[in-house]
């Protein structure tokens, strides 16, 4: 089923970037038009998932050319929920920037480097062929290095050179597993690679592929070996930015890995067994991590790698049960990790520091808000009914049905690292004796903020945190949707036929 | 040609790996540029280097041939050259912002991001 309208959400945000161009200069101007594209494209890209609901998979062969030749676009299940949740992310984030983001950054391009973000995010989900992949992951990153180093802050611009150069070696190392597979098999197109990878005779040639693809993805996704560069730069740029980079950037290496370790490579027990290992020891380290820290943004980076394990292991137990588990878990992750960040914002704001030791008697001094944080603070530890629970939930029948005990041992020891940091995160920062604060010059306190800034703040912590709920509370439909996702994953002939229509 | 381009390939990856290790900025830029030009170059040799035979079908003929010059990987190459020429660009002028405000081109001295607040 051809339908050229699946590319839409990618050229709209095109379309938002280059209109937020041209108005250079007029800062207000800027605001209204980020926030009002970023509403339409969460309209289109909640038409795209309704679409592809009732109608199945949806493609577009880029110039007519007919797979495997030309460049495919292929909207699943999958890719369109993404889709959805870049949206998600992508408006709450802007209405959060409308207050938070400084006159400055926005003088340096600030909203239009913003959408091509999140058009990059959109692609990479939206793409079918491996080295268009490639190419959406380079806008992701080229992106990303503008809005981590703008402003250029010391801190900054340090994190910004660890990110850079890893995220720079990580292209290569994707660019060189291509090139391999490419050798192989002929073929660009993931779903005509499905079948050619299969026709090999060199197994060995085709892991040594699969782990340059592991070890490409491992960074950009930051697992276990290769996390170092992910606490070192996410709290350096100012929490908006940090908000997009922590709820999506990692997840879509996330999703490229669920993609190609499940269309193009069918696990082995080889491949399986290191994916497990991998996801049980960045549970680990990722939780042990955050116990160390003072910084609470930081905290909050090395849950991500923590949470990036539980997804991980979806994959490594590799069964549809799993699977759906992983998806729900990225579903409910992206919401949260991006609203946990402005959180964070939001503290600094009010209280101008990031320092746990130094925070307190925020539950005195604001209670209403302190509630409101406190929702995606244990949705984040998953107390049930909350939305971090079901995901977890699943996991664990999963690996209870390939009686893989140790997995359940470390997700179960991850939960706990999880209720351990945020509990003590909790009393720490809310509950704790206030302390007297020096006033900053540099930093413009929430209260002097004009009443629409605040709003603007406070609008898009609660929007994020009435979808968690709405995730935990209507965790029915969202794991139909997971299931659904899960059982194409397992078996992508629907994939396979709709691509090459055979 | 090819066992040619075979050594040059692992040479480039092997030297870009070395600068990367090493502490300074401006080697660490030098060792991901030369694995870039390893990567172009590995997807070069992957589609088949031959001599005189362009990848066009005779008016005689409904296929192409056995070999042929494949010309898929020269169009990823031009890709891959014009994307990482920008990345290039940006991390150049990045080390070199980095060094007007942290003063320092040692890796190892760079740890504002490790410090407690």
């Known amino acids: 089923m051809s339908n050229p309208y699946i590319v839409l959400p990618v050229i709209f945000q095109l379309f938002v970037a280059v209109t937020l161009m041209f108005s250079w200069t007029n800062k207000n101007l800027q605001k209204l038009i980020s926030v009002v594209g970023s509403l339409i494209a969460l309209l289109i890209s909640i038409s795209l998932l309704i679409k592809v ?70 692609g990479a989900f939206l793409t079918g062929d491996i080295f268009n992949l490639y190419v959406w992951f380079e806008i992701i990153i080229i992106s990303s290095f503008v809005l981590i180093t703008i402003g250029g802050e010391k801190a900054q611009l340090e994190g910004a050179i660890k990110y850079v150069a890893m995220n720079l070696l990580a292209s290569v190392v994707f660019l060189t597993a291509i090139a391999i597979l490419y050798g192989l098999t002929g073929s660009l197109n993931m779903a005509d690679l499905s079948l050619q990878v299969a026709k090999v005779e060199n197994r060995g040639l085709v892991n040594v592929t699969a782990i340059l693809f592991l070890v490409g993805f491992g960074i950009k996704s930051a697992v276990f070996p290769l996390y170092f560069w992910l606490p070192a730069s996410y709290h ?22 669920l993609r190609v370790f499940t269309l193009i490579f069918v ?44 997804m991980l292991a979806g994959l490594g137990i590799y069964s549809t ?40 008697g925020f539950y005195k001094e604001q209670p209403l808000m302190s509630l409101l944080m406190a929702i995606p ?28 005990i140790l997995l359940i041992g470390f997700i179960l020891l991850g939960s706990f690292l999880t209720l351990f940091i945020i509990a003590k995160l909790w009393s720490e920062v809310f509950w704790k004796d206030p302390q007297i604060l020096p006033k900053k010059e540099h ?27 709405g995730i935990g509370f209507g965790a029915e439909w969202v794991m139909r949707i997971a299931m659904t996702v899960a059982e194409n994953l397992m078996d992508p002939s629907a994939y396979i036929q709709a691509v090459l229509g055979t | 040609m090819e066992l040619l381009l075979v050594i040059i390939i692992g040479l480039l990856y092997a030297a870009g790996i070395y600068m990367m290790l090493r502490r300074s900025l401006v080697k660490l830029i030098i060792g991901l540029i030369l694995l870039g030009n390893g990567a172009n170059l590995l997807i070069f040799l992957l589609g088949k280097i031959v001599k005189g035979e362009p990848p066009i079908i005779g008016p005689n003929e409904k296929m ?21 020429f920008g990345l290039q660009a940006f991390a150049i002028i990045l080390i070199k912002r980095a060094y007007k405000v942290v003063k320092t081109d040692d890796l190892d001295e760079m740890y504002a991001t490790d410090e407690d607040l």
């Open chain 1, 236 to 257: 350096t740029p100012p929490p908006a930015i940090s908000a997009i980079f922590g709820g999506l950037l990692t997840k879509v290496g996330v999703y490229a890995m």
């Open chain 1, 53 to 122: 609901n009732q109608e199945g998979i949806q493609t577009m062969q880029a110039g007519g050319w007919i797979a495997p030749f030309g460049i495919t676009f292929v909207a699943d299940t999958f890719s369109a929920l993404l889709v959805l949740l870049t949206a998600i992310s992508g408006l709450a984030v802007s209405v959060f920037s409308v207050g938070s983001i400084r006159n400055a950054r926005v003088r340096f391009g600030y909203f239009p480097i913003l959408h091509l973000l999140i058009m990059g995010l959109s």
């Open chain 1, 321 to 360: 049960l799993a699977l759906a588990g992983a998806v729900f878990y990225l579903v409910h992750d992206i919401v949260v990790k991006t609203n946990l960040f402005m959180v964070s914002g939001l503290i600094f704001k009010i209280k101008g520091t990031y320092s746990m030791r130094l925070l307190g």
């Open chain 2, 64 to 84: 192409l041939g056995e070999i042929y010059a494949d010309p898929v990987p020269q169009a990823l190459i031009l890709t891959a050259i014009v994307i990482s």
């Open chain 1, 377 to 404: 603070l244990f949705s984040l530890v998953g107390i049930p009914p909350l939305s971090g629970f079901w995901g977890k939930l699943l996991l664990i029948q999963g690996a209870m049905d390939s009686s893989n």
């Open chain 1, 267 to 310: 696990p082995d027990t080889f491949l399986t067994t290191v994916i497990t290992v991998m996801a049980m020891l960045t549970i680990f380290s990722g939780g042990v991590g955050a116990l160390m820290q003072n910084n609470i943004r930081k905290v909050f980076s090395y849950l991500i790698i923590c949470h990036i394990g539980f």
């Open chain 1, 443 to 469: 930093i413009k306190y929430f209260d002097e903020l004009k009443p629409l800034k605040k709003r603007a703040m406070l609008a898009s912590v609660v929007f994020l945190s009435i979808l968690s709920l």
